[in-house]
């Protein structure tokens, strides 16, 4: 099995540039995450999933983030327009579902670069 | 407000040496708590959790809810055990989200 995918591995932007952030989950995964992972620090949830409905966005800054999740499979971050301040690891996680003992698993994550 | 700290962004050891990850949270409720791991151009991935009460890879953890600690131990580190460790707090109440601490980088010396 793949595990959770995420394209691209690396982006380098400019600032004020629009970069979006691609993830397929584990097939049969109802739940799926996105998490910000600046250099030094643990990952941070941005984004929780329930099939296609958003039910924990309250980290995701709505200003400039958006993301969705069409059909309940993969899934789009977008940034636009990208600061400085992004250039962090973008993680997609997945689990069958948020039950209390469900294990996340994650995907290798994108590098953004903003310049 | 949750929260998770692991005092030691580095931690050197000998091959064969004991070691002990750091890993204090703060949390009004009754916590999950989990290890996780990233080896060298590997992804992150669950090492183990306190409610399986099990060993992987020689690690264990105790949760001590008097310390509000979870320190990750192995008492003969290997070469291969060199990786980042990130000790992470499951809210158990409405959703569910993990909270992360910041990681200890271990390295094993040969």
């Known amino acids: 099995e793949a595990g959770v995918v995420q394209s691209p591995r690396y982006k380098i932007i400019e600032k004020k540039q629009p970069?979006?952030?691609w993830c397929n989950p584990i097939s049969g995964h109802n739940t799926l995450y996105w998490y910000l992972?600046?250099?030094g620090q643990g990952p941070e949830l941005l984004i929780r999933y329930e099939n296609e409905e958003a039910v924990d966005d309250s980290q995701l800054p709505k200003d400039r983030f958006s993301a969705e999740r069409l059909k309940g499979v993969d899934s789009t971050l977008k940034i636009q327009?990208?600061?400085?301040?992004?250039?962090?690891?973008?993680?997609?996680?997945?689990?069958p579902s948020q039950g209390l003992t469900d294990t996340q698993y994650?995907?290798?994550g994108t590098r953004l670069t903003v310049l | 407000a949750q929260r998770v700290t692991q005092p030691e962004k580095l931690l050197s050891v000998f091959?064969?040496?004991?070691?002990?990850?750091?890993?204090?949270?703060s949390y009004s409720g009754s916590p999950e708590l989990f290890w996780y791991v990233q080896y060298s151009r590997q992804r992150l991935q669950l090492l183990l959790r306190h409610i399986s009460?099990?060993?992987?890879?020689?690690?264990?953890a105790d949760l001590n809810k008097g310390e509000t600690s979870f320190h990750l131990k192995k008492p003969f580190a290997q070469e291969e055990d060199s990786a980042m460790y990130y000790c992470a707090l499951k809210d158990r109440t409405g959703a569910n989200n993990l909270f992360f601490?910041?990681?200890?980088?271990l390295t094993v010396i040969p």
């Open chain 1, 19 to 21: 970069v979006a952030f």
């Open chain 1, 37 to 39: 992972q600046n250099l």
């Open chain 1, 81 to 95: 327009p990208a600061e400085l301040g992004d250039s962090a690891v973008y993680l997609c996680a997945s689990s």
């Open chain 1, 106 to 108: 994650f995907g290798p």
């Open chain 2, 15 to 25: 091959k064969g040496a004991p070691v002990e990850l750091k890993c204090n949270y």
């Open chain 2, 53 to 60: 009460r099990e060993s992987i890879k020689g690690f264990t």
């Open chain 2, 101 to 105: 601490g910041t990681g200890t980088r």
